[in-house]
């Protein structure tokens, strides 16, 4: 598991992301499990994801921030990353961010991709 936490800020929003290689929804599920073990992560106000898998295609889930794993699900599948979970984590500040939410689900993806030791893709 790759974690990059506390990179991003806004109007008191935190974000963090973590991801790492998945063949199924079993492998996800596990994936969700040990990342919230740690409480930080447990008490956090949403983890978004998806994944795509071989076998199963794309799955996503929004954690009640409503349309955050489409938002991952599509830069997955841009970047072509197969086999791999993105999991973007937000602590609300208490400030609504509206659409903003969504760039910073994009920054945090971008940030994984460009940081995390990933496969090569075709």
């Not at 499990?33 to 799955?59: I, Y």
């Not at 009640?64 to 794993?69: F, K, M, N, S």
Request: charged share 25%; with cysteine; glycine share 12%.
């Amino acid at each position: 598991m790759q974690q990059f936490n506390g990179f991003l800020t806004d109007r008191g929003s935190k974000y963090a992301v973590s991801g790492g290689p998945v063949a199924s929804r079993a492998d996800v599920k596990a994936f969700l499990k040990t990342l919230t073990r740690d409480k930080r992560f447990a008490k956090a106000s949403h983890n978004t994801w998806a994944a795509l898998l071989l076998d199963a295609g794309p799955v996503k889930g929004d954690d009640g921030e409503a349309g955050a794993g489409l938002v991952i699900l599509r830069m997955l599948e841009r970047e072509g990353l197969h086999g791999h979970v993105i999991v973007v984590t937000r602590w609300f500040g208490g400030t609504k961010l509206g659409g903003d939410r969504f760039r910073r689900v994009q920054d945090c993806v971008d940030h994984y991709i460009a940081h995390a030791d990933l496969p090569a893709r075709s």
